[in-house]
């Protein structure tokens, strides 16, 4: 079973705290995407990466940085949290064949 | 830029009947995804579509994709309390990532 696990469940963080949200996945794909989910507007992507190192930007990059050292790993982080990016925010990985898994998803609010 | 299009917003059926959710794209479709989300979680991956015509079946879900690849129906049948969820589409963006439809949301009342 493919498994994409994201480091909180929820996390509750100040105005200007950085914030981390990392999601690991565990069958070797190269694709991984961050997603945040808000009602009324759907899933929209944030950041994706295609390999270590690599980083492409999104519909909604700004405000976010991303990090891939390590091909199962990939973050996301907030630089200055701020009360618009309380959200869902959810990781992806895309397998060979063409399916893409997600991860459970970390529920943040930024107060 | 493709949208995706979902169709019903929301659906409340009684247990037992049957039911369809519709997704419509404005370009052709290379890649078209199912999903369900319980609330508050993360989506789960129903079915995979890329052939114009093809049909897939997981339990009581079928899901189809038109010959012209521009529309999408997953058909559920004698739905169940635990059929209830949100479903997403999702469409292979040129193979970089997934677009999404706003998503169904479906309550089945027992």
């Known amino acids: 079973d493919v498994k994409v696990t994201q480091s909180s469940r929820y996390l509750v963080k100040r105005t200007g705290e950085k914030v981390f949200l990392e999601c690991v996945q565990d069958?070797?794909?190269?694709?991984m995407f961050w997603y945040r989910q808000d009602p009324g507007l759907g899933l929209r992507l944030i950041y994706f990466?295609?390999?270590?190192?690599?980083?492409e930007k999104g519909d909604i990059p700004e405000g976010y940085s991303v990090s891939r050292e390590k091909k199962e790993r990939f973050s996301l982080i907030l630089e200055s949290a701020s009360t618009n990016q309380t959200s869902m925010y959810l990781c992806?990985?895309?397998?060979?064949?063409?399916?893409?898994?997600f991860g459970p998803g970390t529920r943040l609010t930024v107060t | 830029s493709q949208e995706l299009e979902q169709s019903p917003q929301s659906l409340i059926v009684q247990e037992g009947k049957n039911l369809t959710i519709n997704c419509t794209s404005s370009?052709?479709?290379?890649?078209l995804y199912w999903y369900k989300q319980k609330y508050g979680e993360g989506l789960i991956f129903l079915m995979m579509?890329?052939?114009?015509?093809e049909e897939k079946s997981h339990e009581k879900i079928t899901a189809k994709l038109d010959e012209k690849k521009q529309q999408s129906s997953l058909h559920i049948t004698a739905s169940q309390p635990s059929h209830a969820g949100i479903y997403l589409c999702?469409?292979?963006?040129?193979?970089?990532?997934?677009?999404f439809g706003k998503g169904t949301t479906l309550s089945v009342s027992s």
């Open positions: 579509l890329q052939k114009g015509g």
């Open positions: 069958m070797d794909h190269e694709n």
């Open positions: 990466s295609y390999d270590v190192k690599m980083k």
């Open positions: 999702g469409a292979d963006d040129a193979g970089t990532a997934l677009i």
């Open positions: 992806a990985s895309w397998g060979l064949a063409g399916e893409q898994y």
């Open positions: 370009k052709t479709l290379y890649g």
